[in-house]
């Protein structure tokens, strides 16, 4: 008995001995990630395996999955192949519960102690979740030092905000992404928040290997920018003939986003700025005071706003601002960043204002369920109508015809949302005092632009307007813009590779059939889109290098449009986009739109060669996801 005893005490002693070797780091802090899907709770660290406790926070009743590829990589380059998952089947759909939140554990190989960080890699697949540096030393991360070219700016509190100048030029964008690695994503979007562009201005800038990145964009006064990476967005200012340099600072930006760690120390700003106005730059990162018009949880506010009059909207919008105002005069920051602050009130204000019946609209629908019918049965006996001289009240909001409004990256949009009010340039006049200034300049830019944008050249008329615009830069920006629309008219021309097709006088039911039936024995990728539809032009330009890739394969794009696209502009814009084409009337675009159900544009079908849809896209998620689609259909 006694020996069984000393038997049994021993196993428990060296039981609690091996336990007590394994290591475990709560919450381990990480460089940058793609997706805030899945967060590290704990890793256990132990000499038989690697194991990693994850929280996924993801819609309810969707699923997600964990490929069976996944893999761990070190700090020296070396791979540790995943070998289980205990609360999730790896390869198998695991489908989220009610709540948004699941736990699972996923078991690697072990680690070698001089392993100081791994990264997770799920998959190959491009939408498949990475973290990357994950820190198997906290206390160090923690303690890791800015670089020394990174300047941290003092605030100057008594600093007034310059009057942004006017002069068409180069803005020079530079920057860098601390801690970068050569397998974080090699590029990332930028938006120019420009209120004379009609669409969004978004493109793509390439990171370099070392994590740098720079860009030229010709502006005719102070812009917004949007940088977006996987990990976090940052926004800053460009002006003509100025640098702007950003040190971007990805572990920061996930840790804001992180449910797990957002309360944890902070590891510094987002960004950090050289160049211009970079001390009101940095600061600006700083702001967290409230600026909700109205009650600040989104369903009371549809609540109390639902069923109200105009003016009733009104008043309760009104009603927050002079508190507002007086957080703002008694904040810590600047002279600048305050006067910034009230501008961007104004700027919230006049969006409420202007959007005053879509609002309410949109809050008696959602408080009280009606579906479309009926919302439009209710709203034909019930209209809500805005009062005469309703909209007079924007002359207390007068900094948005200043051009210290152009700081605010909210402008824009602004300016665009002021489109939907009835009458807007004598009803801003009237409001105002005045048809002149930067928001009326805008809006007579933003004409002229737009008909560019349709690439219809400057008429004689547009060109007498363009000099009576109150600044030469505005009018070398439509100048320069009209230079570039000519040279591409010409070069066009002499552009092939696109085929004009006539889809025939043939019944509806035979219509898409017909189309598709000439290219039998091909993969089709057929793009049902329009010309005024900004995501679809954007569409256009991230499948060019698939295209150029696959030109070897037997695959043919098709892209089909209706008479809402107006000719004279397809016929500009086609020549860009090699493929075979086809404009159906409208009655004939109706009939696919409903037939194929096509619930919006872009849409992708995939074809394989008997002519069968293997596969459906709305808009553009991934290129990678439409190149696998054509290549599994190429291989049936």
């Known amino acids: 008995m006694r020996k069984v005893t000393w038997i049994m005490s021993f196993l428990f002693c060296t039981l609690c001995m091996v336990q007590a070797k394994d290591r475990v780091i709560e919450c381990p802090p990480f460089t940058a990630w793609n997706s805030t899907t899945l967060e590290i709770e704990k890793i256990v660290l132990s000499d038989t395996s690697t194991t990693i406790y994850i929280k996924a926070f993801y819609e309810p009743k969707h699923w997600i999955k964990i490929d069976a590829g996944s893999i761990l990589k070190d700090n020296n380059g070396n791979l540790y192949p995943i070998r289980k998952g205990i609360g999730i089947t790896l390869d198998k759909e695991f489908w989220m519960p009610e709540s948004g939140e699941a736990e699972f554990q996923l078991i690697f190989p072990p680690l070698p102690k001089n392993v100081t960080f791994v990264d997770f890699i799920e998959g190959n697949d491009e939408k498949a979740s990475k973290i990357w540096g994950i820190q198997l030393n906290k206390k160090a991360f923690e303690k890791q030092k800015l670089p020394q070219e990174v300047i941290v700016h003092k605030i100057n509190k008594k600093a007034a905000l310059p009057i942004p100048k006017l002069s068409y030029g180069t803005a020079v964008l530079k920057g860098r992404i601390l801690d970068y690695q050569k397998d974080m994503p090699s590029e990332c979007r930028i938006h120019v928040f420009n209120p004379a562009f009609r669409e969004d201005n978004t493109s793509y800038l390439k990171i370099n290997a070392d994590g740098t990145f720079q860009t030229e964009i010709g502006i005719p006064t102070v812009t917004n920018v949007a940088l977006t990476f996987p990990y976090g967005n940052v926004l800053c200012l460009v002006a003509p003939h100025e640098e702007t340099y950003l040190t971007i600072n990805p572990k920061e930006l996930c840790r804001q986003q992180s449910r797990l760690q957002k309360k944890t120390k902070s590891y510094g700003a987002t960004a950090y700025f050289k160049g211009y106005l970079a001390s009101l730059q940095q600061e600006f990162l700083t702001v967290d005071l409230d600026m909700t018009l109205g009650d600040h949880d989104y369903m009371a506010h549809l609540k109390a706003i639902a069923g109200k009059s105009a003016e009733e909207y009104k008043n309760y919008i009104l009603k927050s601002i002079p508190t507002i105002r007086k957080k703002i005069a008694q904040s810590k920051y600047s002279e600048a960043c305050k006067e910034l602050l009230n501008i961007q009130l104004d700027i919230i204000a006049t969006f409420c204002i202007a959007t005053t019946i879509r609002d309410l609209e949109y809050a008696y629908i959602k408080i009280n369920k009606l579906d479309r019918e009926k919302a439009a049965e209710y709203f034909k006996n019930n209209p809500i109508n805005t009062p005469e001289e309703y909209y007079n009240v924007l002359k207390e909001f007068s900094s948005i015809n200043t051009t210290k409004a152009l700081y605010n990256d909210r402008y824009a949009s ?206 553009l998620s991934k290129v990678e996801v439409i190149k696998d689609q054509l290549m599994n259909a190429l291989d049936k």
């Open 414 to 619: 602004m300016v665009n949302i002021l489109d939907i009010i009835p009458d807007k340039e004598n009803v801003l006049k009237e409001a105002l005092g005045t048809d002149k200034g930067s928001l009326f300049d805008y809006i007579e830019v933003k004409k002229i632009y737009s008909a560019l944008k349709d690439l219809t050249p400057l008429t004689a008329e547009q060109k007498v307007q363009l000099e009576k615009l109150s600044s030469p830069a505005y009018t070398e920006l439509l100048t320069q813009t009209n230079k570039k629309l000519l040279e591409t008219i010409e070069l066009n021309k002499k552009k092939s590779g696109f085929t004009i097709n006539e889809a025939g006088e043939v019944i509806n039911e035979e219509l898409f059939p017909s189309i598709i039936s000439k290219y039998r024995g091909y993969v089709l990728m057929v793009d049902f889109w329009t010309t005024w539809c900004g995501p679809c032009l954007r569409a256009h330009k991230a499948l060019m290098p698939m295209k150029k890739e696959l030109k070897d394969k037997d695959i043919i794009y098709l892209y089909i449009t209706g008479e809402t696209s107006p000719k004279e502009i397809w016929d500009k814009m086609i020549p860009d986009i090699h493929g075979e084409h086809f404009r159906v009337k409208d009655n004939q675009w109706d009939y696919l739109i409903e037939n194929l159900n096509i619930r919006g544009v872009p849409t992708y079908l995939i074809i394989d060669r008997k002519g069968n849809i293997s596969y459906r896209e709305t808009g």
